[in-house]
């Protein structure tokens, strides 16, 4: 079966190959190709080593204990490294020993996932643990024993469970019971490398089972542990709308979430988890209320963000979305009340709290929006095209102090402040001659 290879591959393969080497395509290359997806990263393999490939190519840098060297080509890095054999994983992560194979079987035995352990030489695909087999029945199977590939590698534990959420794929059972078994020595893992696996599966094609997955198989309890006690928390009670325990509602809040952002969907799936430690049920009535969860879930998800070293950015963004997804909507919000929103909230983030509100509706088995939603959405708009602080106002401090006379005070402020909120109630315009005429009154 010919696969389709981009001229600087092929062009890069046939170097090695004219000096006497052997040269494969490899991995995740190989599999996204015979699933026609993009390749965003091509790999290769040789029999030969790091200082020959060196040789070959004199733009490259090699820097790291596994022998990969990266050839830098017009618009492409390649990364290529000779077979290799590993041993001694006493970390559950990284191999204490490395040594040069000397054939690709070797080399191809010590990968992860079946899927993985494809090559592929420019003519015929190399297939020894039914990769291809395998992607036709849409299943994430390790090569060899799984517990013993779980116990190299801890990481391998969470990339099953990606790889199943971005292919669509079912965990083959004797590698998902291997999963569960292990599961503990995600605790091996850095926060860094598990924070790249989840959010990959948040950002997925099917993020909901690849969370679920998680939970199934232990992993969550080691790398959301406020998520995964939400499962136990009921939310169905007289007076309520919800049809889900906690867990439940927020996993199908993720898969309801029509923004495509990770930090959005992320804020989505984690949104409630101050229910946890806000539940109460009337003993009379038997109502459930969670008073405030919301805070407590901004507080728990500051801890989380910190926990697996987001970015400043992202944990901004996820704490205050999940601190103000309560947002009230009602036909009878002033102008005021909508502005205060939106300074709150942010403007850079009000499609993503909007995109919550959905995921939030249709994640407790509601429409997806309301007339309610509709009509606040169109004010959001309109009341931002009135001034929404005194720097949109047409006239500044230097206007004041000109057509005053006087000098830099508190005054100013204050004057600029009082013209404001006359223009935001209608008394006057946003028209600079109508402000300077105000100015003196």
């Known amino acids: 079966m010919g696969l389709h290879l981009t ?75 000779p077979y290799r054999k590993e041993s001694g994983y006493e970390d559950n992560r990284h191999p204490e020993k490395i040594v040069w194979a000397k054939t690709l079987a070797e080399d191809l035995g010590r990968r992860d996932f079946t899927i993985n352990a494809l090559a592929y030489d420019g003519k015929k695909i190399i297939d020894l643990f039914d990769g291809q087999k395998h ?28 790889f199943a959420s971005q292919l669509g794929f079912l965990i083959e059972e004797s590698t998902r019971q291997a999963i569960q078994d292990n599961a503990e020595l995600i605790k091996n893992i850095s926060w860094e490398r598990i924070r790249d696996e989840l959010l990959k599966i948040i950002a997925s094609d099917y993020p909901s089972e690849g969370i679920l997955f998680l939970h199934s198989t232990r992993l969550l309890k080691y790398v959301l542990p406020e998520l995964d006690i939400s499962f136990a928390v009921p939310q169905k009670s007289p007076r309520r709308h919800h049809i889900f325990d906690v867990g439940t509602h927020m996993v199908m809040s993720l898969k309801a979430c029509p923004s495509k952002d990770p930090i959005t969907r992320f804020a989505a799936l984690l949104h409630d988890i101050g229910k946890v430690k806000t539940f109460n049920k009337d003993a009379k009535t038997q109502i459930i209320t969670f008073h405030n969860h919301e805070v407590v879930g901004m507080h728990q998800a500051e801890e989380i963000a910190k926990r697996l070293r987001l970015s400043n950015e992202q944990k901004t963004k996820l704490v205050k979305l999940i601190q103000y997804h309560q947002f009230t909507v009602s036909e009878l919000q002033t102008d005021k009340a909508v502005r205060r929103f939106i300074r709150e909230v942010g403007k850079e983030y009000l499609p993503d709290i909007l995109d919550l509100r959905t995921a939030d509706r249709v994640g407790s088995g509601s429409t997806p929006t309301s007339w309610r939603l509709d009509l606040f959405k169109k004010r959001i708009i309109e009341v931002q095209k009135e001034p929404f602080t005194v720097k949109d106002l047409k006239i500044n401090g230097l206007d004041v102090m000109k057509t005053l006379d006087i000098k830099p005070s508190k005054q100013v402020g204050d004057i600029l402040d009082d013209l404001f909120e006359k223009v935001i109630s209608g008394e006057i315009k946003n028209d600079r001659e109508e402000l300077l005429k105000n100015i003196k009154k």
């Open 7 to 81: 001229k600087p591959v092929i062009s890069f393969m046939d170097i090695i190959r004219k000096n006497g080497f052997e040269v494969y395509v490899v991995g995740g290359a190989v599999r996204n190709l015979l699933l026609k997806k993009p390749v965003l990263n091509w790999d290769f393999t040789t029999n030969a080593t790091p200082e020959k490939i060196q040789k070959l190519f004199p733009d490259n840098f090699y820097h790291n204990v596994y022998g990969t060297v990266t050839v830098k080509t017009e618009n492409d890095l390649f990364e290529i490294t």
């Open 135 to 162: 992607l036709s029945e849409k299943k994430i199977m390790t090569v060899g024993d799984p517990n013993k590939r779980f116990q190299e590698d801890g990481l391998r534990l969470m990339r099953a469970v990606r």
